[in-house]
């Protein structure tokens, strides 16, 4: 990325952190937590990823608006990011509330800005940074804010280049020289309209972009309005960014492109969700956790390291406190707390983890009853699977899509995207094969 000739006053910035509606595509991981409390890479949370960036860019002023299943989210924010009382930084949530005029829910991005305007309007701000809550991405917010301030637009939208078959995902820019966006088309389609919404291939240079073949500017959801522009764009009952207010303003005013090329992945479903968590335990992961220029940031837990017991382990993550036992665990994610039993098989398997661990008065009154304790059991074969936290899962058991539809709802387990979920606290009990 290019570097600019000095860093921008970051004290005039508000980050506004979008907490996102039900993630209905991310079920059954959202059935009791909002999108950006979906834990990540075995001890993050998806959060922590922009309020991370935002802390990294010098931004100490950040509001997180939350709606559903918020409960979980709000107690990882509070035991995560204090700031002391002299810098003015804070990470506050704004949760949905009824008011003596309005008694709707958040209805979309920019409704849920504007319901919160009043809120916002008592800081002394000159942009307003807003960034999507389930992203996943490094960015340093300063060189947008910079080139924001210096090509004097009104709206800057971060983008990223995509190729055609992405391009038709994804809201997609036209810009002129100047970074100006002068159209804007949501998922095209139509192979004349892509045609015509191709990157110039002599501007690559000038955005620092080395490919040689066809590009397209994909809207990554992160905008700047400056502080009067926000505010008059949401005088109006439009309820969402990308679909009414970015289309309507770059007919009246200055929309320009940043363009960013990075990694940048979009955590929307469960098969970006599964493939984004098993990159991190590659060799060579396109994010990378072990960053310390830019570091993520999460709760401090204060857990024990990871007990190995001649287990063996094969490009994977194993998060604190978890005990590991004779088993073999390939290209898989092992989180928080996580018990992994004798001659037990993980493969391509991302484990959530525990929120605590199981008293032995808790595990003796379970084995009475012939149940599992909490984690995997004793042999074990788990493969292609998500294993949602304090899960229960019994000894000689088998889990794989194999074979399986690519979408299933069963008492047990779910199925989306041809990976297996076992959902919160279940209880998979021994023998079962899934």
């Keep these: ?20 509606g039900q993630g209905k595509r991310l079920f059954p991981l959202t059935q009791e937590r909002a999108k950006p409390a979906v834990p990540l890479a075995g001890k993050y949370r998806l959060v922590d990823i922009p ?28 035991q995560s990011y204090k700031f002391d009382h002299f810098t003015g930084g804070f990470v506050e949530i704004l949760a949905a509330e009824q008011t003596a005029t309005d008694t709707s829910w958040y209805q979309g991005t920019a409704d849920a800005v504007r319901k919160n305007l009043i809120h916002f ?47 038709q995902g994804f809201g997609i820019m036209h810009v002129d020289a100047d ?15 892509l045609d015509s919404l191709r990157l110039d291939r002599a501007s690559y240079a000038g955005y620092g972009i080395k490919e040689d073949k066809e590009l397209f500017l994909a ?41 960013y090329q990075g990694y940048w992945e979009d955590i929307g479903t469960i098969r970006s969700f599964f493939e984004a968590n098993l990159d991190v335990a590659s060799e060579l992961p396109r994010f990378n956790f072990f960053d310390m220029s830019a570091p993520i940031f999460s709760r401090p837990r204060f857990l024990p390291g990871s007990k190995i017991n001649g287990a063996q382990i094969d490009h994977a993550i ?19 707390r996580s018990l992994v039993g004798v001659g037990s ?36 074969h788990i493969e292609n699977a998500i294993i949602d936290k304090n899960a229960r899962i019994g000894n000689n058991v088998t889990i794989s899509p194999a074979g399986k539809p690519e979408n299933v709802d069963h008492p047990l387990y779910f199925i989306r995207d041809g990976v297996v979920i076992i959902p919160k606290s279940a209880v998979v009990p021994h023998g079962t094969v899934i």
């Excluded at 809207?219 to 970015?246: E, P």
Aim: positive net charge; aromatic residues 6%; charged residues 20%.
């Design 219 to 259: 809207s990554m959801g992160i905008y700047v309005f400056n502080r009067a522009v926000i505010k008059q764009l949401l005088d109006n009952d439009l309820i969402d960014f990308g679909k009414h207010i970015i289309p309507g303003a770059i007919k009246t005013h200055k929309v320009c492109s940043y363009v």
């Design 1 to 20: 990325m290019a570097t600019m000739r000095q860093s921008p006053n970051t004290s005039n910035v508000l980050s506004v952190i979008m907490g996102g």
């Design 51 to 78: 309020i991370s960036n935002c802390i990294n860019s010098g931004l100490r002023r950040v509001y997180l608006l939350t709606q559903f299943n918020s409960a979980s989210l709000h107690r990882h924010i509070a």
């Design 318 to 336: 194993i998060s604190d406190g978890c005990i590991i036992n004779h088993a073999t665990i390939e290209h898989s994610i092992v989180g928080l």
């Design 121 to 167: 309007m008592n800081h002394p701000f000159e942009y307003m940074l807003i960034l999507s809550g389930d992203q996943l991405y490094r960015m340093d917010f300063r060189q947008v804010i910079a080139q924001h301030a210096e090509s004097g637009a009104d709206i800057t939208i971060a983008t990223i280049p995509v190729n055609r078959r992405d391009a």
């Design 345 to 380: 098989k993980l493969h391509r398997v991302v484990m959530l983890g525990c929120d605590y661990y199981e008293s032995l008065e808790s595990i003796q009154e379970h084995d009475r009853a012939g149940k599992p304790r909490i984690g995997i059991g004793n042999n074990t």
């Design 179 to 193: 970074k100006r966006i002068t159209r804007f088309v949501e998922k095209p389609k139509d192979p004349a309209v």
